[in-house]
């Protein structure tokens, strides 16, 4: 394991095979990245296809049924409203994927491109967006993302914008520090004394570089925000109740703890197992694209 | 030294400067008039200019922010919308439940972290390492609330140890500090084990293995050591995010804290403790970053000359 540590990189920059299939070969032998990479796959034909799967409709009660454990009828029993849990829990799914998707996406397009402005232009422009980047750091997300929720009111889709913008100063450091690197470059200096324009010098030859470890953070940065949402609806500022949001199903079944557990059991499980998903995919991803991170 | 300590201090003060801007901010930033939205929607005009007034929202803004400045350096920050009180008084009686809340969280996540990152480095590669590690990854991805809420179910409503929440005697704090704890012990044995790992090769742990030094110092003399220096940076950050982990446990338990009260009023709209809160949490984290810094500059002298 020693020998290996300096080894990869020479003997990715000598080979002839192309870096995409260097990565896929090294990825394939990541098993746990891969088997977390299919249930999430999974996950999203779930979260698609949800109303023709789930067996009953996630908001309809039934009063004749209500806080039931687990049944041949009720995969996963009944809520204090004889909701049905699993029903429920797919159709959180689509919350969930969809709050972790847009809110990395929209905090990783911000932060890129910031990261990429800064590092090339330098200077003022550069100092300031990184101080600000240092502040945001600085903060725990949760509490960047209340601050958010203050400004604009509690529901889901303010969670998105909230939970974006702990994602921003992350992928800012990111870009800028490929940014840095590749700025020095050969065929940089040839695009400029070509008279290339700066933005298309940004896209084109400095933004495809920062993006394996964008690709690598933004895996990560989802479990993290899926958590971060589920905790805001569980604290009462993000979904709001009849929603079946994981998170605010956690709130809805809290007190029902010790009479009927599947209503908080269930919903609990689904975070858990979709967080460790996305944490284990991202150490995979990692791994496979830098050996020299490696943990083992 | 000194002179990194004193440019360190001084550059935090833009950044106190910048957060205090933005925090006064935060209620011209709010939809519609707040001084309306405080007083509610039907209430007459009088009243409003009344809450206008209460709010300091009244003349020019740089008036205004100046107004709110100097109070806040008085520590006056108005009164509460929602208990009338000055929000200092209510601030002043959360702070120590979450003080000591995070303290001990804290204290068990380190010695829980750093063991099981030691024994998962020292046996790599071995089931202990696998154990040790799958415990990690879990704990990082683990909902606290949720696991609030299975340890009151145990502990609180089947087996009636321990209470299910509230604030007063050692066992009201065993289940919210064990819920904090956990995310922070993950990070902690993932960091110490790769830190550890990093040194352990390292020529002169190999030299001091290769003299004969018995495995037992090896361990705990030449690797633990070197690689406690990053970790000490670790836990000082982890100390800034507990804080903001105490959000949602302290809403679980019902933990008279900081953080509940924060929720709390972002749910009521108490404008005025909302920004002193955002302003109290900000500057503690500046601090304790600080705090870190400066520990590492002092190890790492590299550090203090750039």
Known sequence: ?296 | MLEYLVKRLLGIIPVIFAISVVVFAFVHLLPGDPARLVAGMDASLEDVAAVRKSLGLEGPLWQQYLHFACNALTGDFGISLKTRRPVITEIGERLMPTVWLTVFAMIWATIFGLLIGVLSAVKRGRWQDYGGMIVAVSGISFPSFWLGLLLIDLFSVRLGWLPTGGYGTWAHFVMPSFTLGLGVAAVMARFTRSAFVEIAREDYVRTARAKGVPEKFVIWKHTLRNALVPVITMTGLQFGFLLGGSIVVETVFSWPGLGRLLVDSVSYRDYPVIQAEILLFSIEFILINLMVDVLYAFANPEIRYK
């Open chain 1, 1 to 296: 394991m020693s020998t290996a540590t300096s080894a990869p990189a020479i003997v990715v920059a000598s080979d002839m095979r192309t870096p995409l299939g260097e990565f896929w070969r090294r990825f394939r032998r990541q098993k746990v990245a891969l088997v977390a990479g299919a249930f999430l796959l999974a996950l999203l034909l779930v979260a698609i296809f949800a109303p023709w799967i789930a067996p009953y409709d996630p908001a309809t009660p039934d009063y004749m049924a209500i806080l039931q454990g687990p049944t041949a009828a009720h995969w996963a029993g009944t809520d204090a409203y004889g909701r049905d849990v699993f029903s429920r829990i797919l159709f959180g799914a689509r919350i969930s994927l969809a709050v972790g998707f847009l809110s990395v996406s929209l905090g990783g397009l911000v932060g890129v491109s910031l990261g990429v402005i800064s590092g090339y232009y330098g200077g003022l422009i550069d100092s300031l967006i990184m101080r600000v980047c240092d502040v945001l750091l600085a903060f725990p997300g949760i509490l960047l993302a209340i601050g958010v929720i203050a400004i604009l009111g509690p529901g889901i889709d303010n969670v998105i914008y909230a939970v974006a913008v702990f994602s921003v100063p992350i992928f800012a450091r990111l870009a800028r520090g490929s940014t840095l690197s590749l700025k020095r470059a050969v065929y940089v200096d040839a695009a400029r004394a070509i008279g290339v324009k700066d933005r298309v010098i940004m896209m084109r030859h400095l933004l495809p570089g920062a993006l394996p470890n964008v690709i690598v953070y933004f895996s990560m940065r989802i479990g993290t925000s899926i958590l971060t949402a589920a905790s805001l609806s569980f604290i009462g500022l993000g979904a709001q109740p009849p929603s079946p949001e994981w998170g605010a199903m956690l709130a809805d079944g809290r007190s029902y703890i010790g009479v009927a557990d599947n209503v908080t059991l269930f919903p609990g499980i689904a975070i858990f197992v979709t967080v460790l998903a996305f944490n284990l995919l991202g150490d995979g991803l990692r791994d496979a694209l830098d050996p020299k991170l490696r943990m083992a």
